[in-house]
């Protein structure tokens, strides 16, 4: 018998959604051993990070830390159809607040450096 797992993904297609890049001191980059383990736990800290500050449900945001140096990652968030009745001009609305409160949060958090 074969003991591999097998992971089925649910895809759903999403009209809307916004992508952003996150860039670190290069201090972080001192502690990347630029492993696979290192970028996914650094993932789930930030994913956990931005769900906490800004409230955004977990199935609509997606991170990952990209491979190499300098440590950068990027952010993918999808709009609440709960929220913008899937109309797209409330999704859009929706993803540039939530993205404004993320940014907010970045330059508060650069400037108590």
């Not at 990347?32 to 931005?50: C, F, Q």
């Not at 906490?52 to 952010?75: K, S």
């Not at 409330?90 to 907010?104: E, F, N, R």
Request: with cysteine; proline share 5%.
């Amino acid at each position: 018998m074969n003991d591999k797992k097998v992971l089925i993904f649910s895809l759903l297609p999403a009209e809307y959604f916004r992508s952003h890049l996150l860039a670190f001191s290069s201090n972080l980059d001192e502690h990347n051993p630029d492993v696979a383990e290192w970028r996914l736990d650094v993932s789930r800290v930030i994913r956990s990070s931005l769900i906490q500050a800004t409230g955004v449900r977990e199935d609509l945001l997606l991170v990952t830390v990209l491979p190499g140096l300098p440590t950068a990652a990027e952010f993918f968030l999808l709009p609440d159809k709960q929220l913008t009745e899937g109309k797209p001009e409330k999704s859009s609305a929706h993803l540039d607040q939530i993205v404004t409160q993320i940014g907010v949060l970045g330059a508060e958090d650069c400037s108590a450096a």
